[in-house]
């Protein structure tokens, strides 16, 4: 860990001493191993380094960036170079610099050192185990694509303004996907995933029968009715329509362009009363958990929109200051890229309603499980396909769809939302609930 710092140190001495203004060193280094499924089979397994080193200048009020995937003297060197000469073609901008160091408290849960010894024989090991159990809870079940992905490794930042950062993460994630076939039926295409910071936090063989379950029982799937109603809208297809477009909305440069409906509406009221929306940088094994951002600055937490009221846009150094204020540590980025505007963990209040009681207490409506379509997170358009849904008639779920739309404008439905679940799933860094709304355009096609 403090050769990475050397290392940044190295490269911010190197660029001050070639003339820059301000001078910025972002250096990974670690390891990543995966297992591919594809057509029901092991496609390929691989272990790779993700050593990488990013140089940020300023000089005269202009930009330079350049980056490297190596963290040696003489690369480092040649970056810093590229930098400084992308510097002096770019324009100059007077909301350019580096920010002021803040405190930083070390954030728990985000490192496994099990994750160390996890190799690409792990990786197969639970790819194969979610090949095995989807195919042994229901034989038509077919993997179209999937695997198991782990990384482990170091993130180090410096620079000429005092910032000085460094911290150890890991992360590991499964997926599955495809469908079931019953002769020449075919079942909505669906998939399933989980994610952890620690080895043992995933369970491959139960994600691949949750997934299992989900395709079979689409099967038989006909046409809906066409009406404007109610819709309960599952976590991941909440994640897309309803956070999605709040995460654009409360972006800082999004606001500055013009191009966030949450413009000049901060403590005013965008959504109903039940609906809480937070982000969450000290979520406790959040995927999206860190001590500090791109920048090197600690994240704050931030209520965003608390019990329907707008409370907070978030900012990088650059948003912030051309705000007159403090970045509050929403940059995000890697080694790669340089800094920009970005939620952490996002995280929507579960509700005092059980789903159960949210299905029992619609006369007819659809339960939406996936949502497969075009979110404008600008305007608040949504149109798209329902996937793996079921017709809900006198409180109980019905028959499973097929060939049904759902339409609308997020926007202009948050201040009509009808209830938030008391259930929750985590899907990477967003948590969100089961969200119905009523007045939505269900159109069968």
Do not use: W
């Amino acid at each position: 860990m403090n050769d990475l710092l050397m290392i940044c140190d190295a490269a911010v001495e190197m660029a001050k001493s070639a003339g820059a203004d301000e001078a910025e060193a972002y250096a990974v280094t670690g390891r990543q191993v995966d297992a591919d499924l594809q057509k029901n089979d092991i496609q390929i397994a691989k272990s790779m380094g993700t050593d990488g080193l990013g140089i940020r200048v300023f000089r005269g009020g202009s930009l330079g960036f350049a980056y490297v995937n190596s963290l040696r003297e003489e690369d480092a060197r040649t970056s810093v170079e590229r930098a400084l000469g992308i510097a002096a073609a770019a324009p100059p901008d007077s909301h350019n610099g580096l920010p002021d160091p803040t405190p930083i408290s070390k954030r728990d849960g985000i490192f496994d050192p099990a994750m160390e010894s996890y190799g690409v024989e792990h990786a197969v090991e639970d790819a194969l185990a979610m090949l095995h159990a989807s195919r042994q809870y229901d034989e038509r079940v077919t993997i179209d694509g999937g695997g198991v992905a782990a990384e482990f490794g170091t993130k180090a930042i410096v620079s000429s303004k005092g910032v000085r950062a460094i911290e150890t993460e890991s992360s590991i994630y499964c997926y599955i996907m495809g469908m079931a076939r019953d002769g020449e039926e075919i079942s909505s295409f669906d998939y399933q995933f989980d994610s952890s910071r620690s080895a043992s936090g995933i369970d491959p063989a139960s994600v691949a029968r949750v997934f299992a379950a989900k395709v079979v029982d689409s099967l038989g799937a006909v046409k809906g009715e066409s009406f404007n109603g109610t819709v309960i809208l599952a976590p991941k297809a909440a994640a897309d329509i309803v956070v999605y477009p709040i995460e654009h909305s409360v972006n800082a440069s999004a606001v500055q362009k013009g191009t966030s409906r949450f413009c000049d509406l901060l403590g005013k009221s965008v959504a109903g009363d039940i609906l809480t929306v937070t982000d969450d940088a000290a979520l406790p094994g959040g995927f999206a958990t860190t001590s500090f951002d791109r920048e090197g600055i600690a994240p704050k937490t931030l209520p965003l929109v608390e019990s329907g009221v707008l409370r907070n846009y978030i900012f990088d150094s650059y948003t912030g200051r051309k705000d007159g204020r403090a970045s509050n540590g929403h940059a995000g980025g890697g080694a790669s890229s340089v800094p920009s505007v970005s939620t952490t963990n996002v995280v929507v209040k579960a509700g005092e309603t059980a789903l159960e009681d949210m299905i029992a207490g619609t006369d007819r409506g659809v339960l939406v499980t996936r949502f497969s379509g075009n979110v404008d997170p600008v305007s608040g358009d949504f149109s798209g396909v329902v996937k793996g849904g079921h017709m809900i008639r006198g409180g109980k779920l019905a028959e499973p769809l097929s060939g049904t739309m759902i339409a609308g404008d997020i926007f202009e439905l948050l201040p009509g939302i009808t209830a938030v679940s008391r259930e929750t799933e985590r899907l990477f860094s967003v948590v969100v609930p089961y969200i119905s709304f009523d007045g939505v355009t269900i159109t069968c096609g």
